[in-house]
Structure formats: C-alpha cells, structure tokens
C-alpha cells in the first residue's frame, strides 16, 4: 500500500461520532444537526427539471474538458461577478469543470507537486515540498498534501489576526520550499474575506518564490452586504494588470452557491498553462464530468435569482441567531459563509459533548479541523455551527444552546 496513506486523519466527522458516541442525548428534543456543511436550503427547480430532460445524453463518454457552452457560461460568470476584464476569461483556456471542488482541490495537488524539490536552493533537495495552509483549514488540503508528496505547512488564523494568517510572519525559507498555497476565502470556518491588498501581496510571493495559489472561493456566493461581494484571487490578479493569471487558480462550486452538493459541480479557473497540466492530469484521473450535469450547471451559473434568495434566507438565519446568543458566546457575524466560528470558555470538546447529551444538537469542535502549529491547536476553544438547517430550526437551536450556555 501506499505509505502516505498512513498519514491521513480520520476525517473529522468520524472523531465526532466517537465523542457522542460515549453520551446519550435526551430522546424528547429533536436531533438538529449544525455540524455538517451541507446546504439544505431548496436547489432550484429549472436546474433539476434540466438534469432530468438530459439524462438521455448519458449515453455518450462526456470529455474531461467538458462542453464549450459550460465553459463560456463560466466565464461569462466569472467576468460578472469579479468584474474582470473582457476578454480576460478566454474559455478555452482559462476554465476547466470539475466534480465538485473537492475532488478537484486533491487533485489538483497532485498534478502541481514536484515532491522532488522541495528546497530549491539546495543541490540535495533533501527537504520535501511544502503545500502552505490556514490552519483550521478544508481538511482535503492536508490530505491532498500528503498524498502528493509534500508536507503541510499550517498558519494559524486567530481572531488576533482577524482569521487571516498573518502572511508576513512566515519566513523565506518556508515560502522558498512552499510549491503550493492554499487560500479559502470566504473561509471555511472562520468566514473571513481576504482583501485585495493581500491577494496582491501573496501575488508577489508567488512570483518571487515560484509557487502557485489555489484560491479555494466556494463561499464566495454566500455574503451578507449585497453592496460588498467578496473579492476574488482573480479580480486582485486584475487590479494588477495581470490578465493572464499567472501563478493563479480559483476553485468555485454550485453546493454552496445553489443549494446542489449532490450535483457535484464546480470549476476551476486561472493560469492557463497550469490548466493544460492540469487537463492533462485529469484526462489520465478519469474525472469527467456527465453532460447531464454539464448541462444543468449551465442552467445553475446562468441565474443570480435563486443565489440572491439563498442569501437572503442566510441573512435571517444569522440575524435571528446571533440575537438570541447575544451575551451568551462570543460569536461574530462572519463577512460570508454559512458557519458561525463561535468562541468557548469550556473547551470545544466539552462544549460538543455537553450540547450533544444535554440538548440533541451537533455541532463541530474547532480542534477537529486545526493542528497544532506554533505551540497552539488554534480550533481548540471554538465550535462550528452550519447554519443549514431551516430559520425554524436555528432558532430552536439558538435556544437551546442559549439553555445549555445558561445552565452551565
Ligand atoms: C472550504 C471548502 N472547500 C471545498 C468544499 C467542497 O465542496 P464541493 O466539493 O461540494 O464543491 C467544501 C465543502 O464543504 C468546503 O467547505
């Protein structure tokens, strides 16, 4: 077997079952679970009515770089919301659809990691590679990591540095052995927004150190100031005049944005020499993606209506909630996202186990998706809390979190 795989962390959902597994929660209250990233708000209906009149097209092999009408759409898309300039997208080259972006996020590692450099200004190259992180993170960019290689590399994101890691703390040697960095903005889990300023000066680092960005923007759909989108690795490599995105890769997806993780449909966009590797890699992976769902991710991409109502119903989830815990635990609004990264004075395990036996609600202990980094597990004082679930139901959980906090 391949060894790396002994370095893979059971998943995090799997500690969290043994942490419940030792408690019973009460029987009368109604399990409701905020542990879980996935959306449950309704898909829109034209998008599966698409799936559903296509499904004869699933009688041919689809191709790994996907319909050219998917690929204008995204970069129709992609131009529109991060105000690129026209033309910049060339759909041939700049976009690629994947299977959801977490597959694409693994893989992607795979196909960029040269793990036999990872000190480039040694001759013995005897250090492996370094895959830079946040910390907590997507756990797929460690895994992917590993698998391909290399070493993760965490930096911390604490609500000293606004959950956004203070990139200019890390030394050259680090950035000198970094071959990939991995952004999540809006964050996962903290929900913080990295701005152009950074993005521009992680642009630099790039180019000085000879390292790509893979911009993981899964949330970047879901935000609260209709005024204010989050801003894109993309629209930063604008703002510098860089239209050929070199060095760049942006990640998107429809699970989050239109209510389909089950679709499994996203794409990834950017540098395109980088792209052609990547293509290249995927046609051997095998990861095409079926025309029905090429299809109805046209259909997805094409329509804001249904993502402007999304956002909406998270508005009023946030609101309501986080008027109720008021004075009950520090939590702020995040800047996008539907988590609520929520500080706590017992420790996130207690906290998790105590809710779970005393309330029937899941949420995730912060320390599950960190590592230790720098002398701390900067998870380890906080829980996750998707806000999924209907209106109806984060409001009861609110509640009874409230009780819980109360009582305690
Ligand atoms: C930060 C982040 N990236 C990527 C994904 C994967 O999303 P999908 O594969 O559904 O596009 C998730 C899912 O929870 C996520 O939280």
Known sequence: MNPDLQRLHPYPFEKLNKLKAEVTPPAHLKHIALSIGEPKHEPPAFVLDTLQQNLGRLVNYPTTKGLPELR???????????????????????????????????????????????????????????????????????????????EPHFLNCTVDNGFIPDFDAVPADIWQRCQLLFLCSPGNPTGAVIDSDTLQKLIKLADKYDFIIASDECYSELYFDESNPPMGLLQACKDMGRNDFARCVVFHSLSKRSNLPGLRSGFVAGDADILAQFLLYRTYHGCAMSVPTQLASIAAWSDEAHVLANRDAYRAKFDAVLKILDGYIEARKPDASFYLWARTDMGDLDFAQGLFAEQNITVLPGRYIARESEGINPGENYVRMALVATLEECIEAAERIKNFLQKG
């Not at 040694?122 to 797929?140: D, E, G, H, K, R």
């Open 72 to 150: 204008q759409t995204i970069a129709n898309w992609l131009t529109r919301r991060f105000d690129l300039s026209s033309g910049s997208i060339d759909a041939e080259r700049h976009v690629l659809p994947v299977n959801g972006t977490r597959e694409a996020l693994f893989a992607f590692a795979q196909a960029v990691i040269d793990k036999t450099a990872g000190d480039r200004t040694q001759t013995a190259n005897t250090l492996p590679p370094l895959v830079v992180s946040p910390n907590p993170f997507y756990q797929i960019y460690e895994g992917a990591a590993f698998l391909a290689g290399a």
